[in-house]
C-alpha cells in the first residue's frame, strides 16, 4: 500500500466515524496540520501514531493500514 492510499483511508475511516480533522488531531495531541499532512499522503506515518489513530478511530491497526502496510 501506498502513502497516497493510507491517507484516504486515515481520512476515510475519520469522516465515517464523524469526526473532524479537528477533533481528531486534538484527541491525538498533534496538531491540525500534521493529521491534514497524513490525509494527504504527504508525512510519512510513524506506526506508533498509526496505532493511535486507529485506538482513537474504534478500529483495529490491520483494518487502517490494511494487511500489506507494514512499517518498520
Do not use: C, N, W
Request: proline share 1%.
Amino acid at each position: 500500500m501506498e502513502y497516497d492510499q493510507l491517507a484516504q483511508r486515515i481520512r476515510a475511516f475519520r469522516k465515517l466515524k464523524g469526526y473532524t480533522q479537528h477533533e481528531l488531531a486534538e484527541k491525538l495531541g498533534v496538531s491540525v496540520a500534521v493529521l491534514g499532512s497524513l490525509e494527504r499522503g504527504t508525512r510519512r506515518p510513524e506506526a506508533k501514531l498509526l496505532e493511535r489513530i486507529a485506538d482513537s478511530l474504534g478500529i483495529s491497526y490491520d483494518e487502517l493500514t490494511g494487511d500489506t502496510f507494514k512499517i518498520e
